[in-house]
């Protein structure tokens, strides 16, 4: 059991950066859209969860299987939307944010603060 816990513990990324807001967008409009713009430079993975939906990145090159997720977003059932970098790709969550803003939920385009 503890082994267990230590290697889910590994293999799940450390959070290093995050920007969350808030959006009166159906969740599955936004999730679905979010897809897309990973899709356009990447793999992506569109999650539901209990909490509502979950769009994983992840880079894969040609021939390759995905890499571990580098970025992960939540649009929640109470409206909640957020954007998680891990590792390197912390410093990618503003500019993401940014386009993800400006294709999906325009109204959110000025909410760029990492937390």
């Known amino acids: 059991m503890f082994l267990a816990a230590v290697l889910l ?6 959070v290093s950066s995050s920007i969350k807001a808030h959006s009166d967008r159906p969740i599955g409009e936004v999730a679905a859209c979010v897809e897309t713009e990973f899709d356009n430079v990447g793999v992506s993975e569109n ?4 909490a509502g939906r ?18 992960s977003f939540e649009a929640r059932h109470d409206g909640t939307l957020v954007l998680y970098g891990f590792g390197d790709w912390q410093n990618a969550v503003e500019p993401m944010w940014k386009t993800l803003a400006r294709e999906c939920f325009p109204e959110l385009q000025a909410t760029t603060k990492p937390r």
């Open 47 to 50: 999650l539901s969860t209990d």
């Open 9 to 14: 513990a590994a293999a799940t990324p450390t």
């Open 54 to 71: 979950k769009v994983d990145f992840r880079l894969k090159k040609q021939g390759d299987t995905p890499t571990t997720a580098l970025m």
